[in-house]
Nanobody, 115 residues
Framework: QVQLVESGGGLVQAGGSLRLSCAASVSISSINSMGWYRQAPGKQREWVAG???????DYADSVKGRFTISSDNAKNTVYLQMNSLKPEDTAVYYC?????????WGQGTQVTVSS
């Protein structure tokens, strides 16, 4: 059974940085893309960033220029480097791996940015 294990969340002051990691418990084949979503209290889950199997990255406008997504396909691991964090970035962050037949989700990691 595939599990996505996330780490790296925590409490940071505005302007600070955090790096999230997400690793699959077993090797996953036919990956189309890996990415990150987030959900703030009282809000819907929103897409944050993604990277295709070919290495093409894309970002939500709200994080563009501050967040960087990267991946290690051989290790089925995806990272999210978050710089210049703002209080509005506070949310539970979820990693996501999409294959040709299934979508995998992590359990979520809390990121709290204090002002």
């Amino acid at each position: 059974q595939v599990q996505l294990v996330e780490s790296g969340g925590g409490l940071v002051q505005a302007g600070g940085s955090l790096r999230l990691s997400c690793a699959a418990s077993v090797s996953i084949s036919s990956i189309n893309s890996m990415g990150w979503y987030r959900q703030a209290p009282g809000k819907q889950r929103e897409w944050v960033a993604g990277v295709s199997s070919g290495g093409i990255t894309d970002y939500a406008d709200s994080v563009k220029g501050r967040f960087t997504i990267s991946s290690d396909n051989a290790k089925n691991t995806v990272y999210l480097q978050m710089n210049s964090l703002k209080p509005e970035d506070t949310a539970v962050y979820y990693c996501h791996i999409a294959t040709t037949v299934y979508n995998y989700w992590g359990q979520g990691t809390q990121v709290t940015v204090s002002s």
